[in-house]
């Protein structure tokens, strides 16, 4: 891995990207609180294997652990280049992802979830600012990586202090936003850019097995609960980005 050449001003493409982070911040804090549903908490799956409580959603954490671990092992090995500290902060959130989450599923509740979300939130803001500093700036990442994170702690704590999850959300969700525009507006830098949409459409499913929890629970005929299945998939999406660092060519 190098580090990334120098871009091209292109002020049109930088304030389609402003305006689709900010604007949709803007939208999301004019609406009302938004509080966290206890509901939530109730999992289709509870059942309890070998005495661990909620066993296949405590397990299925194990994959973040291995991925993020793999991850953080690659980027450090690697000579520096301007964005890898942002991907060390990825793989980091995600191998932290996994005993917050599995601590979480052991008797879910907001406390608990609160450790579940805390590490998700380094990892979106660790993509995010790694994509911005090799589709935009390369050097935006070591201006922009500490703010970033900073931002996503800070919408954890809004949420546990005041259950608000509007900045939480938009941590979580702009990145999904912004990223595809990125890789369709700006020159890729590196081969294989193909493995970081993967990694989005794996998240993308994973969000979509979290949501219909009960119905995967009821078709697989109790076998596994969507939430189960959201987790590993989330980390294949984690590997997807592993795979396209370790083996991209720069263009």
Request: charged letters at 10%.
């Amino acid at each position: 891995m190098v580090e990334s050449m120098p871009t091209r001003s292109n002020f049109g493409k930088h304030a389609i990207i402003v305006f689709l982070a900010l604007g949709s911040l803007i939208l999301l804090m004019q609406q009302m609180p938004m509080h966290q549903d206890l509901a939530y908490h109730r999992f289709a799956d509870n059942r309890s294997l070998f005495d661990i409580a909620n066993f296949y959603n405590v397990m299925s954490n194990i994959p973040f652990m291995l991925v993020g671990l793999a991850g953080a092992f690659f980027c450090a090995r690697q000579p520096v280049f301007e964005t890898r500290g942002a991907w060390l902060v990825f793989f980091a959130g995600i191998a932290l992802v996994g005993p917050g989450s599995l601590y979480y599923h052991l008797d879910p509740d907001n406390q608990g979830l609160f450790w579940d979300r805390l590490p998700m939130v380094l990892g979106f803001m660790g993509l995010f600012t790694a994509l911005l500093g090799e589709l935009l700036a390369p050097k935006s990442t070591r201006y922009l990586l500490l703010p970033m994170l900073l931002l996503g702690l800070a919408s954890v704590l809004i949420w546990h202090r005041y259950d608000d999850l509007r900045l939480y959300l938009w941590v979580q969700f702009m990145p999904m936003l912004v990223i595809p525009v990125m890789l369709l507006l700006y020159p890729k830098r590196y081969s294989h850019s193909y493995l970081l949409v993967a990694a989005l459409v794996m998240y993308a499913l994973a969000k979509l097995f979290e949501v219909f929890d009960v119905q995967v629970f009821s078709l697989l005929q109790n076998a596994m609960g969507g939430h189960a299945i959201k987790h590993v998939m989330a980390a294949l999406g984690g590997a997807c980005a592993l795979w396209m660092l370790q083996i991209r060519k720069p263009l």
